[in-house]
DNA sequence: ATCGGATAGATAATCGATTATTAGTGCTAT
DNA sequence: ATAGCACTAATAATCGATTATCTATCCGAT
């Protein structure tokens, strides 16, 4: 019985389109404001404007590019505003989601937790290859972290939110990406692995509004082209 | 001088597919788990499967359809599961955008909220036209309230997640709502209004969680009462 | 009679070409 | 010189047709 072998190559094409165009997005090859353009991106993955088109509409409705009306797309210039509301939602929601998450979680979901974390610890930030960004293995390691902690709330609606959330977040930060010196992220994560597994969801509440805190004050400065003459 | 008329006629066409196919959706035209298939669509709208496809996508992308590898569109068929998670979120996430649209709101905002209350209370919630489902005019004063009572926190990214979650619960109920009988929806908005232009947070939130844990569960009194089946 | 494979029809996915808009460029008239 | 208008090159939007995939039906072997 041989069933979906994991081969990639047997896809639709305007999915895999969409998933290069996404990491190509998220991965910053394209500076913000970039024009996406249909034929350009159409004669590099050798096929049909119809597909790309197809892609660049759902990059789009995930908040990764900008629609122009007959004017074409174009990589999404965040300004430090922008950034800004997005940490704000993110203050806002993330911790609700983890005390329903501590409240409902099952050993399974602690056994996910301390898996997350632990893979986490050990990926090194940084690696020489990826300048001055942190690591691609990392950044997935990040993520699946955070996660995987909301993820005891078994609520989908919730955690695509975060989801989305997540993304616009990262890819903001990609284009202010300085580095928060002092700050010792690693602690942060372990204070709140041990709050949750601990079902101190106040703690852990506070810990990430904090560590989310932490995060949108240490990027400062323009992102993008838009002006951000914000207070 | 001729300025912006506000003919539609001069639109993208794929947006205006787009419009209808979403509208067409919400207004319950199909039924969960009817196909929507490319073709018929482009015949009925006179447009090209590229147009239709577009919209489609993006209809997917909001969540109101499904999009089955190889095997096309379809409505997506909600179950009493996926409604209850929708509005799980929305109780989750609601009272604490209320609570800082309550902090941060100015005159302007206070404005708006009376007039959208106003509007809604004057805005017949059935019409004969409309069979059992509530007006069209009423739903969108709903919708109005609703938003209006959360724009104060002037986050856009909060409240595109409000819009999101809102669409999604307003799909899910056309299919599913038992209707309630017994509720007073109009003395719950009233107070919701009350409590915000009072600024007071605490009771704001807790009148909008039970206007929402009401609209999910059924139940027609009794605030501190069951939550919903879940265990 | 039933299971399985072959076949035909329907529909999804993709393509190549056409039309419509926009942004430049240069020319002309003040 | 410069504002304004044709003209052109680029590219976005749309279309009509082609290819690939699924679904259902029919037929033959057990």
Known sequence: MTQTPPSPGKQM?????YEHLRNAIMRGDYAPGDALKPQDLAKEQ????????????????????????????????????RWQEIAEARRSIEPVVLRLS????????????????HRLARTPAYVP????????????????????????????VL???????????ELARRWSAQRNPGRDTIAEHRR???????????????????HLTLTATGLTGRIGGAPAGEA
């Open 102 to 117: 501590i409240e409902r979680g099952d050993v399974d979901w602690e056994a996910r937790v301390r898996a997350a974390h």
């Open 13 to 17: 094409l305007s999915e895999q389109v």
């Open 192 to 210: 709140l692995e041990e709050a949750a597994l601990a079902r101190d969801a106040d703690t852990a509440a506070e810990v990430l509004a904090h």
């Open 129 to 156: 290859e990826e300048g001055e960004h942190y690591s691609s293995a990392w950044s997935e390691a990040h993520r699946l972290f955070h996660r995987t902690l909301l993820e005891g709330c078994g609520n989908p």
């Open 159 to 169: 955690l695509e939110t975060f989801d989305r959330l997540w993304t616009a977040s």
């Open 46 to 81: 050798g096929v049909s404007l119809a597909i790309v088109r197809e892609a660049l509409v759902r990059v789009v409705g995930e908040g990764l590019a900008d629609r122009l009306p007959n004017r074409g797309f174009a990589v999404p210039a965040f300004s430090d505003r």
